[in-house]
């Protein structure tokens, strides 16, 4: 595990500032779209990056309030005595991740296949190309955090892409958003591979163009001018210390309450489970393939979520969006992680109207392209060119998380994904030979309950009056329902004149057959 340090610091410190520019929008419509207070977004993101960075195993990965949780996150707030109360459920939560941590919970993440890993980050770079598309161009109908396919007002991602085009076009925003891009996809291949400018972030440079290019339409095109609707809003205060009467604390009297503790336990779960998926992603995305200690991981969240509930923040969890702008920026370590969340904070206590001059098209062409570095078409083709068993899970994927969520999604592709798992497990398995009255029944690896048909395929073919042999040496171990299908064909056996002899080389598998009726064959 890499320790955050000053040996990366030139990668570090640029990278931590895109991130936090990124982050600012999404934490605020987190938010926003789970029906909290906007500062308790912005809480979650300050402790994702400092407190989850600090603990985390992952060099890259980024922690924060996610879109993933706004739904359960609603109905928590909506059903539960208040939001005191609700913040009391995610410190519980935190609690319980840390006893997944203690019982080495992490390694569920081990199971996952790649090609639903690769479907996950494709869909989420689709998705946010198709949600940001909007706000490029001024459209905000949906929460910059909102990442669901259909709304509860009854549009969906697709209608938004219409919507854009009616009378909510602002070309100003469409303006910065089309320079910003055209300037993101030049600086990746004209970056320097040298000097001071191969550490300066393309996102950086168009943040810093986009406030420069709204004040100047202010002043010389008013027409272009993005109003404050499409800017940052981010809450202001006379103070930083008037902040502290903006945060809620959680509620010690919630903890007799039975929905509280059904809430921890959900929240718990969902954001294991996503803050699983999300590190095991980032590790496919990391330069250096450094793999993350994944108990670690879920031991970083709980404290995360205990910390971030108690300051009155939403729940976190490893973001894939934060995250990938962290990879593309070049950052090398969890620094960039933990100074994220420290320019949160300091923006928030010293400049956020300084902050809310940032147009919302600047941060949807970052987005945008992030999302097009996770989604390419090499991507697709280059599943496709390994076969159907690894592109029909990774599509799966692709499509049941752009039209649900991504918990939804990656439960189909992970089903889908098994199901080719046990159809190569059950094709060829079984060798049938026959010449001259002699026949070979051959296991190629262990048998289990998946091969029974093939098995009793096989065994059904064999001629009466042959000899037959069943060779069993290349396994170390068959499934007791096999066993059950052998003893019964050596019991008919006699009746059909067919002489059996049984080859099993490895002493587990003998004494299986032996023990039962097997007896009546001859083992050799």
């Known amino acids: 595990m890499q320790r955050p340090g000053l040996a990366s610091w030139r990668q570090d410190v640029p990278a931590s500032i895109v991130v936090a520019l990124v982050a600012l929008p999404?934490?605020?419509?987190?938010?926003?779209?789970?029906?909290?207070?906007?500062?308790?977004?912005?809480?979650?993101?300050i402790v994702g990056g400092i407190v989850v960075g600090a603990l985390s195993g992952s060099s890259l990965s980024v922690a924060g309030p996610a879109a993933g949780l706004t739904t359960i996150v609603l109905a928590a707030i909506t059903s539960l005595p208040s939001f005191e109360a609700f913040l009391m459920a995610v410190c519980l939560a935190g609690l319980l991740q840390l006893l997944f941590a203690a019982?080495?919970?992490?390694?569920?993440?081990?199971?996952?296949?790649?090609?639903?890993?690769?479907?996950?980050?494709?869909?989420?770079?689709?998705?946010?190309?198709l949600k940001q598309l909007p706000h490029a161009v001024g459209y905000d109908g949906d929460p910059e955090g909102d990442f669901s396919f259909f709304q509860p007002d009854g549009d969906n991602t697709l209608s938004a892409l219409t919507h854009m085009l009616s009378n909510d076009f602002l070309w100003g925003a469409a303006l910065i958003a089309a320079i910003s891009l055209a300037f993101l996809f030049w600086w990746d291949k004209a970056r320097p591979k040298e000097?001071?400018?191969?550490?300066?972030?393309?996102?950086?440079?168009?943040?810093?163009?986009?406030?420069?290019?709204?004040?100047?339409?202010?002043?010389?095109?008013?027409?272009?001018?993005?109003?404050?609707?499409?800017?940052?809003?981010m809450p202001v205060s006379?103070?930083?210390?008037?902040?502290?009467?903006?945060?809620?604390?959680?509620?010690?009297?919630?903890?007799?309450?039975?929905?509280?503790?059904t809430v921890a336990l959900t929240l718990a779960i969902v954001a294991s489970l996503e803050s699983l998926l999300s590190v095991k992603a980032v590790d496919e995305l990391d330069p250096k393939r450094r793999v993350t200690d994944k108990n670690r991981e879920l031991l970083a969240q709980g404290a995360g979520n205990f910390v971030s509930g108690l300051l009155g923040g939403l729940p976190v969890t490893?973001?894939?969006?934060?995250?990938?702008?962290?990879?593309?920026?070049?950052?090398?370590?969890?620094?960039?992680?933990m100074l994220h969340g420290l320019w949160?904070?300091?923006?928030?206590?010293?400049?956020?109207?300084?902050?809310?001059?940032?147009?919302?098209?600047?941060?949807?062409?970052?987005?945008?392209?992030?999302?097009?570095?996770?989604?390419?078409?090499?991507?697709?083709?280059?599943?496709?060119?390994?076969?159907?068993?690894?592109?029909?899970?990774?599509?799966?994927?692709?499509?049941?998380?752009?039209?649900?969520?991504?918990?939804?999604?990656?439960?189909?592709?992970?089903?889908?994904?098994?199901?080719?798992?046990?159809w190569r497990s059950t094709g060829n398995i079984i060798t049938y030979v026959e010449h001259g009255g002699q026949v070979m029944v051959r296991a190629r690896r262990?048998?289990?309950?998946?091969?029974?048909?093939?098995?009793?395929?096989?065994?059904?073919?064999?001629?009466?009056?042959?000899e037959l042999l069943?060779?069993?040496?290349?396994?170390?171990?068959?499934?007791?329902?096999?066993?059950?299908?052998?003893?019964?064909?050596?019991r008919a056996a006699a009746y059909r004149q067919i002489d059996v002899k049984l080859r099993a080389d490895h002493a587990r598998t003998t004494a299986a057959l032996i023990n039962a009726p097997i007896t009546r064959a001859r083992a050799t």
Request: with cysteine.
């Open 470 to 490: 069943i060779d069993l040496s290349a396994t170390s171990y068959v499934d007791l329902d096999c066993v059950d299908i052998i003893n019964g064909f050596v």
């Open 446 to 466: 262990n048998l289990y309950f998946m091969h029974k048909p093939a098995l009793q395929q096989a065994l059904e073919r064999v001629p009466a009056g042959s």
């Open 103 to 129: 019982t080495r919970g992490g390694v569920i993440a081990e199971f996952v296949p790649g090609a639903v890993i690769t479907g996950m980050l494709a869909a989420i770079g689709l998705i946010l190309i």
């Open 344 to 422: 949160l904070l300091l923006g928030l206590a010293l400049i956020p109207a300084v902050l809310n001059l940032i147009p919302l098209s600047a941060l949807a062409a970052v987005l945008i392209a992030t999302g097009y570095k996770l989604a390419k078409p090499a991507l697709f083709v280059q599943r496709w060119k390994q076969g159907y068993s690894q592109f029909i899970p990774f599509v799966v994927t692709v499509g049941a998380i752009l039209f649900t969520d991504l918990l939804v999604g990656i439960g189909i592709g992970l089903v889908v994904g098994m199901g080719f798992v046990i």
């Open 195 to 233: 000097g001071t400018l191969k550490l300066l972030p393309g996102p950086l440079v168009v943040v810093l163009f986009a406030v420069v290019a709204n004040e100047a339409f202010k002043q010389v095109a008013p027409g272009l001018a993005i109003a404050p609707t499409h800017l940052v809003q």
């Open 238 to 261: 006379e103070t930083p210390w008037a902040l502290i009467d903006q945060v809620r604390l959680p509620d010690p009297g919630a903890l007799s309450n039975p929905k509280v503790w």
């Open 318 to 337: 490893s973001v894939i969006v934060r995250s990938s702008a962290n990879v593309e920026s070049g950052a090398d370590s969890r620094l960039s992680t």
């Open 26 to 45: 999404l934490c605020l419509g987190v938010a926003l779209a789970s029906g909290a207070p906007l500062i308790s977004g912005l809480v979650a993101g």
